[in-house]
């Protein structure tokens, strides 16, 4: 009996163990397997390895002194009390592969994964889910641009070395990091980096044409073609009309050996017109530029201002360094990835970009074959060109998908095929000016060496995508704009429509000389600026588009300008934290007066209770978009609402048509029956009802925002709906910030909205040595964990600047700040 108590003592024991083992094997894989988008918590979470290392990351090494291989000679770099790195090299090999390896030391996960994105290679990181995201990338020829882009840079031997050593910098920091020092997000995502490529920098030039010239309304207007006829279609969206505040100055005349072509003599009727092809860019992705002759300067030297409006992320978009070698000396932002300043100035000239938006993207109705291997062109079948796109899926198989190219570009999606963004057509290719392929980076690099006006427009010759508008100043006391890029030769209103695209007659016919691009120097006004509005006023003879911001922006930098002849670097400053809305200062009154003299003859309409508090609260505000405002909060929100219901008999009957609105300043001009009311008139067979519009509309919104904030008190504050907040570019909230109380908005200098805003701030005095400050929202650091990964961000809040220092030399940069690093060639 007890050795079969012991026997059966034993089993237990024996199935105890094997149960044991079998729960630790299982918690074992457990913890090292992904559980769908989540990491394996047990590497994730490791104490040695894991997420916790992070927090023990320094912004800067300790070991300051290293031997690097690939080095010709000694570099140093300067780290300021901000973590900023001042580059010192005795050659240009030396300096750029420092520049990759210093990037890499603070953004490396960024820089990749940005770059993932411009070559449609996000499915490698996170599965599936974003296969259908990188096979519209490809379709829209992301990698394809940046294949072209390197394949030509195969005949410029400098620009090839460049981006190799930059390369070799990059990967020089990665193959010394041990796991534990791997940025969080890797960790996260469960992933290592891979080595950089040339390629990769090269995707970061198709990024940013992406981001900002990858746009048309084309398929939208001609819904709103059909519905309303062209000639109305064009008086709602002119290309210029009376009143604008153009780029160049008003009058500037213009002496061309070459005009426009000549319209078709048939117009085109689309056969099929189903979705709209691209997303708009979203209001509050624009720029301010300006700069100041000496004569209105308070010194004497000329000024200098730029801030981009772009997505405000953590970390941020822009990386902050400076480059010294014989033949350059540089300073000011770069995108992780790019060996080159994009934004800054260096010892001669400071300069500075706003979106241009003018139309380089064309949409062309197609006809296939049953095959979909051939396309229509001139009254007989062309053959398709067709590239094969191998998509690697994360722990999948590799799909491969078919772009086809025709002579105008490549056709999106072809029928039966399921787009990616709903309103994306099929059946139809897009010509793109980005798709073709140029010195881009070799004209940065010329504008980073500039002397003079002479030497930066030479460069910016060699920058054909995306199309901007940058402005310059120098210590000689030179100011200008100049605008880049490949613009299409177009006939008047060509693209604004959907072309023909088995026409000869509707091909891009060449593209307008660089020479006659808006363009000004020292102008008699003694200032230029741009804020992404119209470029030209009716005297530029050539067709560039018509979807530009709204020029509020620009007629408070211009009247701000024109107001003050002695302009200092404090009311620079002052300028890019402007909140003032030109919109309200001359619409307001008249439309608080129209809805006075509708109540007065309407005396028994129902309003909201506190309508009349806020029509008072309207009627003295000071017209600036202050965090605190109450007003300004009703203003946004009854422009929006007055502009809905005044189109509403028009674009109603569109139903779910892809469609658009005139713009707000165009809107108004007809609710106050101004030109192009006639137009509305016509169509909707009524005048607008002014009055009835505005109060209901007013009325409207009040109810609204009672209904979600509650009555009139600190809920309605302005700050509150348009406030600032930088996001972590995988959208992570704990990694990302809370909505700031910041004055500003899309109307305003400081065009601050929501997750948009000012994402570098720059003024500069052209003395000798030029004087600088500028500031962007974040830190220098990818690295969560650290405090500089979002330490600047309550000082931009704020309105404050840095100081750039632009040093001649390590030992000058020595004498001001506390870290040395030194790399040296191995013996």
Request: glycine share 6%.
């Amino acid at each position: 009996m007890f050795d079969e108590i012991k026997s059966f003592q034993d089993m237990l024991t024996r199935i105890k163990f094997i149960v044991s083992l079998i729960l630790t094997l299982f918690l074992i894989f457990l913890l090292n397997s992904r559980l769908g988008q989540m990491p394996p918590l047990g590497k994730f979470l490791d104490p040695f390895s894991g997420i916790w290392q992070n927090a023990h990351i320094p912004d800067i090494p300790e070991k300051l002194d290293r031997s690097i291989a690939e080095l010709h000679d000694e570099v140093q770099i300067v780290f300021n009390e901000r973590a900023v790195p001042h580059i010192f090299a005795r050659n240009d090999h030396d300096l750029y592969y420092t520049a990759g390896y210093v990037t890499a030391m603070h953004r490396l996960w960024q820089m990749e994964f940005t770059a993932f994105a411009g070559l449609g290679r996000i499915s490698e990181i996170a599965g599936e889910s974003a296969m259908e995201f990188d096979r519209y990338l490809r379709r829209i020829g992301m990698s394809y641009g940046a294949e072209q882009i390197w394949e030509l840079m195969q005949d410029d031997q400098e620009m090839k070395a460049i981006l190799e050593a930059y390369s070799a910098g990059v990967n020089a920091w990665i193959a010394q990091l041990k796991p534990r020092q791997l940025p969080f997000e890797y960790k996260l995502l469960d992933y290592q980096p891979e080595p950089w490529t040339p390629l990769k920098t090269c995707a970061l030039v198709m990024n940013i044409s992406r981001t900002l010239s990858l746009r048309s309304q084309a398929l939208r207007l001609t819904h709103l073609k059909a519905a309303w006829g062209k000639e109305a279609v064009l008086a709602f969206f002119p290309s210029y009309y009376e009143g604008a505040e153009p780029v160049i100055s008003k009058g500037t005349q213009w002496d061309f050996a070459i005009l426009p072509p000549d319209p078709p003599e048939e117009s085109f009727i689309p056969q099929f017109v189903l979705r709209n092809l691209i997303d708009d860019i979203p209001e509050g992705i624009g720029s301010n530029n300006w700069a100041v002759s000496p004569d209105r300067s308070l010194t004497g030297n000329a000024l200098f201002a730029a801030d981009p409006h772009q997505p405000i992320n953590l970390p941020s978009m822009w990386y902050e360094m400076q480059l010294n070698a014989p033949g350059i000396n540089t300073y000011g932002v770069s995108f992780p990835g790019s060996p080159f300043i994009l934004m800054g100035f260096n010892r001669n000239l400071a300069w500075g970009n706003t979106a241009s938006t003018n139309l380089i993207t064309d949409v062309f109705e197609i006809e296939l074959d049953e095959e979909n291997l051939n396309y229509f062109y001139e009254n007989q079948w062309h053959p398709l060109e067709l590239r094969l796109e191998k998509i690697k899926v994360r722990n999948g198989k590799t799909i491969v998908d078919t772009v086809r190219f025709t002579h105008h570009g490549p056709i999106l999606y072809i029928n039966n095929e399921k787009p990616f963004y709903q309103h994306i057509p099929v059946g139809h290719a897009m010509s793109w000016s980005a798709l073709i392929p140029a010195e881009t980076l070799r004209g940065v690099k010329l504008i980073n060496t500039a002397n003079d006006f002479s030497d930066f427009r030479e460069g910016l010759s060699n920058i054909t995508a995306p199309p901007q508008n940058y402005a310059f100043a120098s210590i000689d006391g030179d100011i200008g704009m100049q605008n880049n890029g490949l613009w299409p030769l177009r006939w008047q209103n060509q693209g604004t429509f959907i072309s023909d695209g088995r026409r000869a007659e509707f091909d891009i016919q060449g593209f307008i000389p660089f020479e006659y691009l808006p363009h000004e120097i020292n102008p008699d006004r003694g200032f230029v600026s741009s804020a992404n509005q119209v470029h030209t006023d009716s005297l530029y003879p050539f067709f560039y588009g018509w979807d530009f911001a709204n020029d509020a922006r620009a007629k408070t930098i211009n009247n701000t300008l024109r107001e003050n002849e002695q302009v200092s670097i404090s009311d620079m400053k002052n300028l890019q934290l402007n909140a003032g809305n030109h919109e309200a200062k001359q619409w307001l009154q008249l439309m608080l007066d129209s809805v006075r003299g509708y109540l007065n003859s309407h005396p028994d309409i129902k309003l909201s209770d506190n309508f009349n508090f806020l029509l008072d609260s309207l009627k003295s505000w000071d017209k600036i978009n202050s965090a605190k405002s109450i007003a300004a909060t009703v203003f946004m929100h009854w422009r929006d609402e007055l502009q809905a219901k005044l189109w509403k008999p028009l674009t109603e009957p569109l139903d779910d048509l892809p469609h658009q609105r005139p713009n707000m300043d165009i809107s108004l001009k007809v609710l106050f029956h101004q030109s192009p009311v006639d137009y509305y008139e016509k169509l909707t067979g009524f005048s607008p009802q002014t009055g009835e519009i505005l109060v209901t509309s007013l009325n409207k919104i009040i109810a609204n925002l009672e209904a979600e904030k509650g009555p009139p008190g600190e809920q309605w504050e302005w700050w509150r709906f348009n406030g600032p907040f930088l996001k972590h570019w995988l959208n992570l909230k704990a990694l990302s910030t809370e909505r700031m109380k910041v004055s500003g908005s899309s109307l305003s200098p400081n065009a601050v909205r929501n997750s948009f805003g000012p994402s570098w701030r720059m003024v500069a005095e052209m003395s000798d040595p030029v004087k600088a400050w500028g500031i962007y929202p974040g830190g220098q650091t990818g690295n969560p964990a650290s405090q500089g990964y979002n330490e600047f961000t309550i000082d931009w809040a704020e309105g404050n600047y840095y100081e750039l220092k632009l040093y001649k030399n390590a030992l000058e940069a020595v004498s001001e700040n506390h870290i040395l690093m030194r790399l040296k060639p191995e013996d």
